[in-house]
Structure formats: structure tokens, C-alpha cells
């Protein structure tokens, strides 16, 4: 049996499981039990402690966390949930396979999967217009993740996660960074990670690091939460000797900012800001994108109920168990939105802008969820000058 | 050279019975193909396209029926999205637009239909193998 597994209890130590005193603080605020599922990770800490033999009630709530980590910010004695719960579940899927619903029959983790292997050719730079400045190798690449890809499969709901990119790329542009775009770099692994498939996240990272390496790369620049999570903190641990700087892109701007001699023109807008896991909890993140909304003139960022720290989650995470009880959190997270008077939502991930975008579409609700949505980076992109005021950034609208 | 796996995704109605027909006329088939059938292309998304790709196939055909004879009602025009959508991901992978095939027939076209499977497994054939042939999902 599995679970009998001495695994399980190297597990339970380093994560504090035994530090739990029961009160609950995790699952009264566990976004997925609010929603309404069966589903409890105080239940969860006390069967793997006392009640192990409950075998299918322990793997089944493995597999439903949404590792937002809600849980481990209120936790008053420090277990780290969602890093438990990403052990358990590579633990499990060695022995009984990956499970978890896979929100759209898979197809994601099925181009993930395909990016393995390593003859591939991939034409996946094709959007760049010669407006931006990109080298092909040099000390400092950005990372596209999957955008390319994003975009097509979810052109149903027409969101568009590559403008991110490119608004990232004409910041680096503005700042005189003409970064690496990688022909052949593959996705960064999150989803793999995350749904318990190690071997070819582990794949998939040494194949991205010879890309890396192949191109002269130094530095990397990402502005995806989710792959500043992955290749600053798990792809160390998998490539010995890890010498490759990731900054992520709101901290070089904050930091080039302050330095002098850039601003941003006005933009009279309210809005609100929707925190990303992996930015806010995992990465720690809260004041970086505040301070750099706080700099832009006119603006004006109204916080929602829940916020920062206790932010909730767009809905879904690693694109498995999406169902009615996302919806639900996706839709209350919406309705706090809109109850701020903002009329931009601003995020700084491209997963929360499909999830919110996907549910702003359900047309049961008549348009009552539509709103504005745009990352961060895109905001301060349109909006960035030379405080002299003379040099703009071309070929902006 | 290595095998090359053809699958082809048949729509149960005018395709399947075409194909039916092709057998009992003992008409030749293309060696190394497969099909499975389904009661509707409209059935099929793009995930189970990819998957067919991420499981080794080197070439995908989908075989539905007329726009207008669909059983169901939307089952072609679902397809034509899919593969749309679907073929532009194998663009961006690499892997090659071409390698999947979308064909559709009416009940009586017998001869139609072995022909097209012929021309597919030609050009995958040309094509040589999938460059991507990634490991496979761990079976439970």
C-alpha cells in the first residue's frame, strides 16, 4: 500500500503537518470548501496523521487542492500546504498515475508532454513585428512561455496573453535591453509540476537550460508568476550548479524607475488588482505592483474585499479540476471586482486573465461579470515616457 | 525507416459506412492504419487530436460527413474548428500542419474514401515521422 509508503512521513515532517492544532483557520478558508466542495484540508492533515488507512479520501484530497496557498498565509502554525500537497501528489502519481481532472480533456498537458521531446523544432516566434528589438543570443533572454500557444486553444474566448509579451519586450526595449527570444525554448513545466508528472518537468528543464546555455544566457527575464515561480525555485533544484540570474520583470521596473528619469503618462481609470498565487503568495510579491500602479497619474486602484494577502484564487491551478466550483469562485471573485467601482481589472498573470476571462463569457449571466481585463505589464507599457516628456515610446496607440 | 502510425477518427454515419463498404468490396487499405470510431466528429475535440500526436501517431485523419448530412447537426463545423485550431498548434510545435488531414464524404463515396486514406498515407509517408514523440502519459 501506498500510503504505508516512510515517504509519506519524511513528508508530514518537513511540511509541519504534525505542528497542526486542529482550528481549522485552513479550511474556513479554503476558496474550494466556500465553494461548496467536499473538500478539507484540516480533514486532510488529521487523516494522514491519525487516520491513514483512508486511503480514498487522502488521495482524492490531494488532487483538489488548488495550491493557492490561502491556507498556508492564515495557518497560525506554519504548514506549508501547498508544497505538501505538490510532494504528495508527485509521491502518489508515482505509484497510482496522474489523477485530477484535467480541465480540457488534457490538451494543455498533452502540448507540455510533446515539448519533451527534444528534436523539436518549434516555430513558435512568429508574432514578433519588427518593431521590437530582439537578439537571438546575449547575456539577457525573456521567457515567452506558453502565450503562443495560449492563444490559440483559447481563441474561443479571445483573450489575448501574447499582447503580454510583446508589452513586456517594448518595456525591456524602452529600458535598452534588447533581450534573447528563444526559438526552440520549451514551456517552463509549472502544470507538470504542479499535477505530479516530475519526469518530464525534470525533462523539460534540462532541455530549456541547454537552450539557455546554448544562447549565451545569463540573465533571464520573466513576467509570468507562474515561470518566475518554476525557474527560480524549482529548476535549481533539478539542474545541479544553476547559474542563471531570473529577475522578474515588475521588480527590474520598479527598480529602473526609481532610478530616475522615467514616468508614466496619465490614465485616468479606476481600477483593482487581482493578486496571482504565485506572484503574491508564493513569491511574495504584494507591493511590488502596487507601488508601480501608484506611479501612474490619475489612476486610481480601488483594493477588493479580499486582497493581498488574502487574495483569492482566480478559480484553477495546473489547468486540472476545473468545474462548478471554480465557476463559483471565479464568480465571486468577479462580483468583489465589480463591487470596487473599478472598470479595469488589472492582473499580472496570464492564467487568472483566461480563468476571469472564461467566466466574464458564461452567457447564463448576461454580460453581469463583463469587465476590462489587462495584465499589469500591458498598463505600464502604454503608458511609460522619459520624464522630459519629449521621447515616447513609437508606435504606441 | 521507422514504422509510420496512421490513425484515422471516423465519424460513425456517411464515413463509417463508406469505409463498411470498402471492406466488404475487399477494397486495399493502407497498411498501419488505424481507426476508431466515433458517433460524431463533433464528438471529438482538440485535446483527443493532440493526444493522438502526443501518443506517437505520425499523422491524424478525421473522416466526417457532409456539412449538411450531419446526423446531430453541428458535427463538421465543430471539426473544422478543431482542426483549425489544432493544426495551428502543430505549426507553432514544429510538428507540421500538414499531418492533420480532414476529409468528408457521403455514405456512397467508397471509392472516395480509400483513395483519400491512399493520399494520406502518402504524404505522411513523404513526411517521414513525427519529430515530436515524446513519452507517454503514464497508463493507470
Known sequence: ?397 | MEKINLLGICCNWSPYACYNAAGMAKMKMPPNFRLIRVMCIGRINQAMILRAFEFGADGVILLECKDEDCRYGPGPEVGHVNVQRVREILRLLGIGQKRLVERSFSAHEKEELVKALWDFAELIESMGPNPAKPRQERVV
Not at chain 1, 499580472?348 to 449571466?365: E, F, G, R, V, Y
Not at chain 1, 448576461?366 to 481585463?373: D, F, H, Y
Open chain 1, 1 to 397: 500500500m501506498p500510503l504505508d509508503d516512510p515517504r509519506i512521513d519524511r513528508i508530514i515532517r518537513e511540511y509541519s503537518l504534525y505542528q497542526c492544532l486542529e482550528c481549522g483557520k485552513c479550511s474556513a478558508s479554503c476558496p474550494r470548501l466556500l465553494a461548496g466542495k467536499e473538500y478539507s484540508p484540516r480533514l486532510l492533515a488529521h487523516k494522514l496523521i491519525a487516520e491513514r488507512e483512508d486511503e480514498a479520501f487522502i488521495e482524492n484530497s490531494v488532487w483538489e487542492c488548488l495550491t493557492c496557498g490561502l491556507c498556508e498565509e492564515r495557518c497560525p502554525s506554519g504548514v506549508e500546504f501547498s508544497r505538501f500537497i505538490l510532494e504528495m501528489r508527485a509521491l502518489l502519481a508515482e505509484s497510482k498515475g496522474l489523477k485530477g481532472y484535467r480541465a480540457h480533456d488534457g490538451a494543455l498537458h498533452s502540448w507540455m508532454r510533446m515539448m519533451t521531446s527534444p528534436d523539436l523544432e518549434q516555430n513558435r516566434l512568429d508574432w514578433v513585428d519588427p518593431e521590437l528589438r530582439v537578439a537571438s543570443e546575449g547575456p539577457i533572454a525573456f521567457f515567452t512561455g506558453c502565450a503562443p500557444y495560449f492563444d490559440v486553444f483559447f481563441s474561443g474566448i479571445e483573450v489575448d496573453t501574447l499582447s503580454i509579451v510583446r508589452d513586456s519586450i517594448k518595456l525591456l526595449n524602452f529600458l535598452d535591453i534588447e533581450p534573447v527570444l528563444l526559438k526552440d525554448e520549451r514551456c517552463c513545466g509549472h502544470d507538470l509540476l504542479w499535477t505530479g508528472d516530475i519526469e518530464n518537468f525534470e525533462i523539460l528543464c534540462k532541455l530549456n537550460y541547454n537552450e539557455f546555455k546554448a544562447a549565451g544566457v545569463e540573465e533571464l527575464v520573466v513576467s509570468c508568476p507562474e515561470g518566475f515561480h518554476v525557474l527560480s525555485e524549482h529548476m535549481p533544484k533539478v539542474i545541479p550548479g544553476f547559474d542563471i540570474k531570473v529577475t522578474l520583470l515588475i521588480d527590474l521596473l520598479e527598480r529602473e524607475i526609481r532610478k530616475g528619469g522615467k514616468a508614466f503618462q496619465p490614465f485616468k481609470r479606476r481600477v483593482t488588482y487581482q493578486d496571482p498565487c504565485r506572484l503574491g503568495r508564493m513569491s511574495g510579491r504584494y507591493d511590488g505592483p502596487r507601488a508601480l500602479l501608484s506611479m501612474v497619474p490619475d489612476l486610481k486602484l480601488r483594493e477588493m474585499e479580499n486582497s493581498g494577502r488574502s487574495a483569492i484564487c482566480c478559480g484553477n491551478s495546473g489547468f486540472i479540476n476545473c468545474d462548478a466550483y471554480s465557476k463559483r469562485i471565479q464568480v465571486q471573485r468577479l462580483r468583489e471586482a465589480k463591487a470596487t467601482g473599478a472598470d479595469l481589472l488589472v492582473t499580472a498573470c496570464p492564467k487568472c486573465m483566461i480563468h476571469l476571462t472564461c467566466a466574464m463569457s458564461d452567457p447564463n449571466k448576461r454580460g453581469s461579470l463583463k469587465m476590462e481585463i489587462r495584465d499589469l505589464v500591458s498598463v505600464l507599457a502604454d503608458h511609460i515616457e522619459y520624464s522630459e516628456g519629449e521621447e515616447f515610446i513609437k508606435g504606441r496607440k
